[in-house]
Each structure stands twice: as C-alpha cells, then as structure tokens.
C-alpha cells in the first residue's frame, strides 16, 4: 500500500478555473479583471522598449553562441571592404577555429604585456585605431582566457570611444560572468555600458561555468540593437534569421541545462542563492590566489610574483 494514502486531493486554483472560465467566455465585451499583468491602452500585454531591442536565442553552451554569432556575421555583416574579426592576443584557442569554421579570417590586437604581466593597452587601442573602419571586435567581458587580466573601467570607456569613432562592430564572449568578482553585474558592467552608449552589439554567454553546468550546454546568444524608432522591426528580422541558423545546425538546443538556468534566473530565492554560490566559487579562487602568492613569496621564489593577485578568474 502506498504511504500516501491519505495524500487528499488539492482544490482547483480558483484564478485558473476563473480563467478557464473567461476564456470559454464567448459574450464579445468580456473584461478580464483576474491575472496582475499589465495592459496597454488596447488591452494588449506590452512589449517594453528596451526589451525590443534584445533579441537572444539559446545556443549550445558558449561555444554554440559564439559559432552562432559568428555564422550571422559571415552572412549578414556588411563589409564594405574584407574586414576581419579582431580577437585578442592571445585569446581561447577556440575562437580562431570558430571563426575560419564560418568564413571569416581573424588577425590579433595585442593584449598581454608581459613585461608587466598585465594589460597591453596601448597596443590594443593602436590596433583598433588602426584597423579598417567596421571591423569585428571580439571581446572577453571579464576573467580573460587565458590571461586573468581584464581593462578597468577607464580603459573600457576608452575602447569604448575608439570603438564608436572606427564603427567596430564589438562581439562580447561572456564565459565567466559572476566568476570574476563573484558579482553578476560588476562582471558585466562592460557589457552594461557598451549597452547604455547606444551601441549595436551582441554577445555569447554561458552559463557552463557560472551555473556549473559544464555537460549540459546551457547558454545564449544574444544581439542588442541600437536605440532606434525601428530598432524592434530590425531585431524582429535578425531574430527570424537567427532563427533559421539554428534550425539548420541543431534544430533545437538541449533543454534541460536552460530550464536549470530558466528556474535560477527567474526564481527571486533561487537566483540570490546562485549570487552566493558565486561568491563563494570565486572567493576561493581569490583565496587559492593568495595562498599560492604567499607560499611563492615564503619560499623566496625568484622573481615578482604579484601578477597572481592582480589578475581574476580561473587564469594566470
Ligand atoms: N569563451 C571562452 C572565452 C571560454 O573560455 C569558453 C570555455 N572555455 C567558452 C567561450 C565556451 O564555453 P562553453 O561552450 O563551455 O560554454
């Protein structure tokens, strides 16, 4: 017998039965007064502007968004001369491979500097200066692989300007949001602001890491229009073309690592719980930073070794 005998049966939810209701309804002049969702003049559900500048489609984890991304720009991305995709030197091995997969050759802006094991920034900013106007620049949002060294925000407000001024199209691959300062928006604040500044971007995000997802291919694609009175008709075209890469390579992506991620994101419990999983994972990665720092000081390692505290994430 079951244990569960006495388990009784739950009353119907009165506001769906009243839905249900409603909706059988045929009287031409029903008014529906039950679910809290807000109405516009027309009494349809509205669309918020800044939502309509955001199209995203799920991909197969990172990688899959950053190919997606890639394979859209191969097709779509005017090129009035042979621009190329300008990717950081060096960068994760995947994204030259990616790249050539779909057509489009790839060169290199300097990054690492490593005299001072830190940021090259002033080769980085010649090469975008000097590379041809509408290239594609791809760019880490944070905890770069496979330097843990990252701009700070002055330095991203400057690419940022040089970026607008040569009309780069910027691709951001955001694989370790949350991973670097164990805060959601700081990681992103990059991203943020490119957003705010107007510019028309996309970005390929996962959530293998952050969410610990690694096997189930959890990520997204996302591409931001510029704000502008036709912004929602051009994202409703790139969406629908967007949607048709998809269908042709994978048809649908995996769904069970998105609905972890879908429950996470939109649970207001669950998602301040992942916030703190994420202090956690990179807290210790700070913490292993410091002992390793220390140990190699206390031993009297030859040379500075203070590059260990100074870049983030997962690499050195
Ligand atoms: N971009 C970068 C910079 C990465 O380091 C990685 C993973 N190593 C990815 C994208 C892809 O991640 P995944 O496909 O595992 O989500």
Redesign the pocket.
């Known amino acids: 017998a079951s244990s569960f005998n006495a388990v009784p049966l739950a009353p119907t939810d009165p506001l769906f039965g009243l839905m249900a209701a409603y909706k059988a309804d045929t009287f031409d002049k029903k008014v529906d007064l039950g679910v809290g969702a807000y109405r516009d003049d027309n009494a349809k559900p509205w669309v918020l502007p800044v939502v309509k500048k955001v199209t995203s489609v799920q991909t197969i984890?990172?990688?899959g968004a950053?190919h997606l991304g890639a394979l859209f720009l191969a097709k779509f991305f005017s090129r009035p001369q042979d621009q190329k995709v300008y990717l950081s030197d060096p960068t994760?091995v995947n994204h030259t491979q990616i790249f050539s997969n779909v057509g489009l050759t790839s060169t290199t802006y300097p990054y690492y500097h490593p005299p001072t094991k830190g940021l090259d920034f002033d080769g980085f900013y010649g090469t975008l200066e000097s590379a041809p106007e509408g290239s594609i620049i791809l760019l880490?949002a944070c905890a770069h692989?496979p330097t843990g060294v990252d701009p700070t925000r002055e330095q991203w407000m400057k690419l940022a300007e040089i970026i607008r001024a040569k009309k780069h199209f910027p691709f951001f691959?955001c694989?370790y949001q949350g991973f670097a300062s164990g805060d959601l928006d700081n990681d992103a604040w990059a991203i943020h602001y490119f957003v705010q500044e107007g510019f028309e971007l996309c970005i390929a995000q996962?959530f293998?890491k952050n969410l610990g997802l690694?096997g189930e291919r959890a990520?997204c694609f996302h591409f931001v229009s510029p704000p502008s009175s036709n912004a929602k008709e051009i994202t409703k075209r790139i969406a629908s073309q967007l949607a048709i890469l998809q269908r042709s390579e994978i048809s649908n992506p995996p769904a069970y690592g998105a609905r972890i991620a879908g429950l996470v994101l939109n649970d207001k419990k669950l998602f301040a719980e992942w916030c703190e999983n994420l202090r956690e994972m990179s807290g210790r990665i700070k913490a292993m930073r410091t002992a390793l720092h220390a140990k190699l000081v206390e031993l009297e390692t030859p040379g500075d070794w203070s590059h260990i505290l100074k870049q983030i994430g997962m690499f050195s």
Do not use: E
Request: no cysteine; glycine share 16%; net charge negative.
């Open positions: 984890s990172g990688t950053v994760w880490h692989n691959d694989a996962s293998a690694y990520g």
